[in-house]
């Protein structure tokens, strides 16, 4: 069982930066497409970055394109996801996720193992 653990939100003013993190507790992990999603309540959980482990290939939602960066220390089993500029928009709880298949996808159903998720908060 792959153990995915979020840190890093909080409250940030529009046009701010956050950095935040997922530690995988597997070592096999390193093998994994991992993937950003948020869910403001009473929406659907959207995609917003996902990365391979093995490569540099990345995706992202048109809404954070050039805002947002996914990036990974496999020697840390650590995922990032640096948000600059940010907007009130993108307030919303963040969930890691991690697929044991190797092709990039933006469909939440297709990833296998969450994190508990990380409150994110941008003021205006």
């Known amino acids: 069982q792959v153990q995915l653990v979020e840190s890093g939100g909080g409250l940030v003013q529009a046009g701010g930066s956050l950095r935040l993190s997922c530690a995988a507790s597997?070592?096999?992990?390193?093998?994994?497409?991992m993937g950003w999603f948020r869910q403001v309540p009473g929406k659907e959980r959207e995609f917003v970055a996902g990365?391979?482990?093995?490569?540099?290939?990345?995706n992202y939602a048109d809404s954070v394109k050039g805002r947002f960066t996914i990036s990974r220390d496999n020697a840390k089993n650590t995922v990032y996801l640096q948000m600059n500029s940010l907007k009130t928009e993108d307030t919303a709880v963040y969930y890691c996720a991690a697929r044991k298949i190797l092709i990039l996808t933006p469909k939440q159903t297709d990833y296998d193992y969450w994190g508990q998720g990380t409150q994110v908060t941008v003021s205006s």
């Open positions: 990365i391979r482990w093995s490569s540099v290939a990345t």
């Open positions: 597997q070592r096999t992990f390193s093998t994994y497409v």
